[in-house]
């Protein structure tokens, strides 16, 4: 059985969605308590790309779940930031336990990750850089797969224009651009020309990112640009949209009751 996950700080995630006007105001506003997140640097605007596949099960319970607001919920992704298949890929369990975010994450090789999206059970050698923790972190993703029979359903990938606190990464500000979706096709790919739908989301998904406390600055920033928190899952917004667009019956399995 693979270990524990090791008890984490609480981690907070609110998101907004905002106007370009307000994003370059607030973009202003926050570095002065922020840096650019290192991996942005160099970047056009900053910012870099994002490749999620998504994985759930037949009936999308993962996804119904973030519709209906449950408490204790889930998400499993494989996050690249590459098109050209050369970066690692990194296995993602999200749990949201109340209003705290938890995240457990592994570096796979590439050459690993159509096999264990196929069902097979990971191998140390699967990953980029072996420790227990990683390892463990992969069979639990692994574990909840099969459990929920889970599969490859959806690929979502966007520009991420990033920020963080200076001496750590308590602290992040995001700014999400250009939201993109297409079908999963049994194996892990960047979305191509002509594969992919504008799911509709109007403006820019802010996201303020903290660890224990609300940061002064951030609630008052808040309060200045008058900052309404909302409902944002790319996941859920994208699983409407494809399935509007490509599988009608699939909309069945998204009434939620209210």
């Not at 096709?185 to 799911?199: E, Y």
Request: hydrophobic fraction near 35%.
């Amino acid at each position: 059985m693979p270990a524990a996950p090791r008890l984490q700080a609480n981690r907070y995630e609110l998101k907004y969605l905002i106007d370009e006007r307000r994003a370059h105001a607030i973009r202003d506003f926050a570095m002065s308590y922020l840096d650019h997140d290192p991996y942005a640097l160099g970047r056009p605007n900053f910012e870099y790309p994002i490749y999620n596949l998504y994985l759930d099960s037949d009936d999308l319970a993962l996804c119904r779940a973030t519709m209906s607001g449950d408490r204790n919920r889930f998400k499993l992704r494989i996050r690249t930031y590459d098109r050209d298949g050369t970066g690692p890929a990194f296995f993602e369990i999200k749990r949201r336990v109340n209003d705290v975010i938890c995240k457990e994450r592994s570096a796979v090789r590439r050459d690993a990750v159509d096999r264990l999206l196929a069902g097979h059970w990971p191998r140390r050698e699967d990953l980029v850089k072996l420790s227990d923790q990683a390892f463990g972190a992969l069979q639990r993703f692994c574990e909840l797969r099969s459990r929920m029979r889970a599969s490859g359903t959806v690929h979502v990938a966007y520009l991420r224009e990033a920020y963080c606190s200076q001496d750590s990464n308590a602290v992040r500000l995001t700014f999400d651009r250009g939201l993109r979706a297409t079908r999963h096709h049994n194996r892990l790919s960047p979305l191509g020309p002509g594969q992919d739908i504008d799911p509709g989301v109007e403006g820019v998904i802010l996201e303020l990112k903290f660890t224990d406390r609300f940061p002064v600055w951030m609630r008052e920033m808040v309060r200045i640009f008058n900052l309404e928190r909302r409902s944002m899952a790319k996941y859920v917004t994208c699983v409407h949209a494809l399935a509007g667009k490509y599988q009608p019956t699939l909309l069945r399995h998204l009434e939620v009751e209210r």
